[in-house]
């Protein structure tokens, strides 16, 4: 639950629909609607990619630590 919480907003920062978000990371808009909606786990070289392009470490992204920025 926390994964997609902060995966929506860092998309909601960058005024990004889930659909946009997909074009940016290079994967079909519908797979990851099936992600955000937890009908299916994120891979994690979705993960991986989603952390790129938001530039946050994973560990923000799954609730591991609080701290948005690589330091």
């Known amino acids: 639950i926390i994964l997609i919480k902060r995966l929506n907003d860092l998309r909601e920062e960058k005024d990004l629909s ?5 074009r940016e990371i290079g994967v079909p808009a519908r797979n990851l609607q099936y992600y ?7 891979p994690l070289p979705i ?25």
């Not at 889930?18 to 997909?22: K, L, M, P, Q």
């Not at 955000?36 to 994120?42: C, L, R, V």
């Open 18 to 22: 889930i659909a946009a978000s997909a």
């Open 47 to 71: 993960l991986i990619d989603l952390a790129n392009y938001f530039e946050v470490p994973l560990d923000y992204l799954v609730g591991r630590t609080n701290l948005k920025r690589l330091k």
């Open 36 to 42: 955000f909606n937890g009908t299916y786990d994120f």
